[in-house]
């Protein structure tokens, strides 16, 4: 079953949806949104990253894609650095560039299957979701499963404004 199946077609009409790998997308699309890409290459470099956010515009949020992350590092310790530094570089790019001049953001991150490095994803909601929300942004962790999709799209969406250092899944 699809996010459109779940949710209000228009849902996300206007939103502007960046993320860092497309598997997403497709379903973020077809509720109305924009997914431009926010590509990350290793090693990380922090200014690449920050003209590429900046780049983007306004974005309303960002969805993090660690599955997608450890599994391009081949799993295991790399696989959950790359998942980890990766997703809170790019989360924090667009913070920098986007969300703290407009005052309010969501960042969704994508949890792998593998347990550490979900672990690792969750305390980085918890932890960035009380350091950030003087800025109003809220940011959740999504484990691997069942309707991501929907998921995912219904935390970007308006209804999502009530979660935030939460992991679902």
Do not use: Q
Request: glycine share 12%; aromatic share 6%; proline share 4%.
């Amino acid at each position: 079953m699809d996010a459109t199946e779940l949710l209000r077609p228009s849902l996300l009409e206007g939103s502007t949806i960046a993320v860092t790998h497309d598997g997403c997308g497709a379903g973020l699309r077809a509720l109305g949104a924009t997914t431009p890409l926010l590509a990350l290459a290793f090693p990380l470099d922090d200014d690449a990253l920050a003209a590429a956010a900046a780049g983007l515009g306004t974005v309303d949020a960002i969805v993090c894609d660690g599955g997608a992350l450890f599994d391009a590092a081949d799993g295991g310790l790399p696989g959950l650095r790359a998942a980890a530094d990766g997703c809170f570089a790019a989360a924090r790019a667009v913070v920098n560039a986007s969300f703290i001049p407009a005052g309010r953001g969501k960042i969704v991150l994508l949890a792998p299957a593998d347990a550490a490095t979900a672990a690792a994803l969750e305390n980085t909601a918890r932890t960035t979701s009380t350091e950030w929300a003087r800025h109003g942004i809220v940011i959740t962790c999504v484990h691997d499963g069942e309707e991501t999709e929907a998921l995912v799209a219904f935390l970007c969406s308006p209804a999502g404004d009530y979660y935030s250092g939460c992991a679902f899944g």
